[in-house]
């Protein structure tokens, strides 16, 4: 449902996070969320998850929070940058903040 309101309203990936974040601030338990970006549909194929992102939350609120860009070492189709706001430029310093650590 919500991948269903980011593309009908086209708001960007953090706006999209907030609504997750205000979906599960109305369940009560603890509870974890997951959501992945990719270069396609075609996951037996040649596109690849571009982003992982993940919350976890107790009563409402948001106790952790995660998110990793995977720079799929190829140019993302433009298709796939107007969805999900992700440039090749974001993925590739995130790969030469890889290249630096090691």
């Known amino acids: 449902m919500l991948k269903y309101l980011w593309v009908q309203k ?5 706006d999209y996070a ?3 974040i205000a ?3 109305s ?6 969320a997951f959501d992945t ?3 396609g549909f075609n996951a037996g194929g040649k596109d690849q998850m571009i982003e ?7 009563d409402g609120e948001v106790i952790e929070r ?5 720079d799929p070492k190829r140019p993302l189709p433009s298709k796939i940058t107007e969805l ?5 430029e974001m993925l590739e310093e995130e790969n030469s903040k890889i290249r630096r650590i090691k």
Do not use: Y
């Open 27 to 32: 369940l009560k338990p603890r509870i974890g």
């Open 52 to 58: 992982i992102g993940a919350v976890k939350m107790k």
């Open 10 to 14: 086209h708001i960007t990936s953090n």
């Open 84 to 88: 999900t706001c992700i440039t090749d």
């Open 18 to 20: 907030n609504e997750m």
């Open 66 to 70: 995660f998110d990793e860009l995977i």
């Open 23 to 25: 979906l599960f601030k």
């Open 37 to 39: 970006e990719t270069t």
